[in-house]
C-alpha cells in the first residue's frame, strides 16, 4: 500500500534551471494537490487538479506549472528555477465525491535553488 | 474567504499532563475541520476530522479535539502527554464556499513534550 510517492525526495538546482516533480497515488483519487511549505507559513497551495486532464491555479502558482495526463500521475513543472523556490513540496490526493473526506500526503521533496 | 488560525506557533507541556493545541476558523455555513500532525522530515499524517454530529471528535494515538460552533474553535487534545507526541501539528478547513474542495491550512503549531 503505496499511497502518494513523489519523487524525487531531494534535489539541488542552480538558478535558471528547469525541473519536474512527480506524484503518484495507487487510490484512485480524483483530487490532487501541490503544496509548498515554508517555516512560520504552514502549507501553501501551489495547483491543483479535480480530475484527469484539468488542473487549476492555488494560492501561489507563479513560476510553477502542473500536468495530469493520467489519473494517477500529478506533475509540477519549474521552468526557470529562483532561490525563492526553496521549499519542501508535498504532493496529496483526496476522494472528491466526499466533501469530508481527508488528504493523504506523500512525505515531501526538499528542493534548494542556488 | 474560508481561513483558519493557530495562534500558538509554540507549546510546550510536560509529559504526563494534559495537551491543548489551539485552532479557530472563519468559514460560511457547516464546516469540515481536519487535525494533521508532522513529524521531522515527514509528509502530514491525518489525525482526525469533524463532519457533523458529535462536538467531542476521537482520533489517532489517543489525541481528540472539541468542535466550538459559538467559538468557532477546533481545539486538539490530549489527556497525558508523551514525548513521542512532539511534532508539528496543524489545523485545516475544507473549502466548501467554491466547489473546489480545496484544503486551507492554518499555519501550524509546534508542540513540544519535556520528559
Known amino acids: 500500500n503505496a499511497g502518494v510517492t513523489q519523487t524525487p525526495k531531494f534535489r539541488v538546482l542552480k538558478t535558471g534551471q528547469s525541473m519536474t516533480l512527480l506524484c503518484a497515488q495507487d487510490?484512485?483519487?480524483?483530487?490532487m494537490y501541490w503544496y509548498r511549505q515554508d517555516p512560520g507559513m504552514g502549507l501553501r497551495l501551489i495547483h491543483y487538479?479535480?480530475?484527469?486532464?484539468?488542473?487549476a491555479k492555488g494560492e501561489v502558482p507563479d513560476g510553477y506549472n502542473v500536468s495530469r495526463l493520467k489519473k494517477q500521475n500529478f506533475l509540477l513543472g519549474l521552468e526557470s528555477a529562483a532561490p525563492s523556490q526553496t521549499s519542501v513540496y508535498f504532493c496529496?490526493?483526496?476522494?472528491?465525491?466526499?466533501?469530508?473526506?481527508?488528504?493523504?500526503f506523500g512525505q515531501g521533496t526538499r528542493l534548494t535553488v542556488v | 474567504a474560508q481561513s483558519v488560525a493557530q495562534p500558538e506557533d509554540q507549546v510546550n507541556v510536560a509529559e504526563g499532563n494534559p495537551l491543548t493545541v489551539k485552532c479557530t476558523y472563519s468559514?460560511?455555513?457547516?464546516?469540515?475541520l481536519f487535525w494533521y500532525v508532522q513529524y521531522p522530515n515527514r509528509g502530514l499524517q491525518f489525525l482526525l476530522k469533524?463532519?457533523?454530529?458529535?462536538?467531542l471528535v476521537k482520533g489517532s494515538y489517543g489525541f481528540e479535539a472539541e468542535f466550538n460552533k459559538s467559538q468557532t474553535s477546533f481545539h486538539l487534545k490530549k489527556p497525558s502527554a508523551l514525548v513521542s507526541d512532539s511534532a508539528l501539528y496543524f489545523c485545516?478547513?475544507?473549502?466548501?464556499?467554491?466547489?473546489?474542495?480545496?484544503?486551507?491550512f492554518g499555519t501550524g503549531t509546534r508542540l513540544k513534550v519535556l520528559a
Open positions: 487538479s479535480v480530475g484527469e486532464g484539468t488542473t
Open positions: 485545516a478547513v475544507r473549502d466548501r464556499e467554491s466547489g473546489t474542495y480545496k484544503y486551507i
Open positions: 487510490m484512485n483519487h480524483e483530487y
Open positions: 496529496a490526493s483526496s476522494y472528491s465525491s466526499l466533501g469530508s473526506a481527508e488528504a493523504f
Open positions: 468559514v460560511s455555513g457547516n464546516p469540515y
Open positions: 469533524y463532519i457533523t454530529g458529535d462536538n
